[in-house]
């Protein structure tokens, strides 16, 4: 069985930075792609960050510069680091898998129906 665990979420101010971590267990896959999601009150939920099993990342223009994501295979723990961040980072994040056939390949969409599997979030609240 397939689980995600986030951590790292909270409140900090305007410019500060904060690291989520997702846990992954439950499956051993050479081709995945893993993503960081969120969705704002009365927002749709958006594709912030891939990376998948070659290393290779891809970022949403609202975050790129800002968050950089990475991976501890060791520890099949996934990141996002998060600097410079904004009230508009206001938000539950999400940390989602792609486990399926050529995951790797479309890791570069970022589109939440690609992700089977999904944690149960860790807010972020970022204060002006």
């Known amino acids: 069985q397939v689980q995600l665990v986030e951590s790292g979420g909270g409140s900090v101010q305007s410019g500060g930075s904060l690291r989520l971590s997702c846990a992954a267990s439950?499956?051993?896959?050479?081709?995945?792609?893993m993503g960081w999601f969120r969705q704002a009150p009365g927002k749709e939920r958006e594709g912030i960050a891939t990376?998948?099993?070659?290393?290779?990342?891809t970022y949403a223009d609202s975050v790129k510069g800002r968050f950089t994501i990475s991976q501890d295979n060791g520890k099949n723990t996934m990141y996002l680091q998060m600097n410079s961040l904004k009230p508009e980072d206001t938000a539950m994040y999400y940390c989602?898998?792609?486990?399926?056939?050529?995951?790797?390949?479309?890791?570069?969409?970022?589109?939440?129906?690609?992700?089977?599997?999904w944690g149960q979030g860790t807010q972020v609240t970022v204060s002006s």
């Open positions: 989602a898998a792609d486990l399926g056939s050529w995951a790797w390949m479309r890791c570069w969409r970022r589109r939440e129906a690609d992700f089977a599997y």
């Open positions: 439950g499956y051993t896959y050479s081709n995945y792609c």
């Open positions: 990376i998948n099993n070659n290393g290779i990342t």
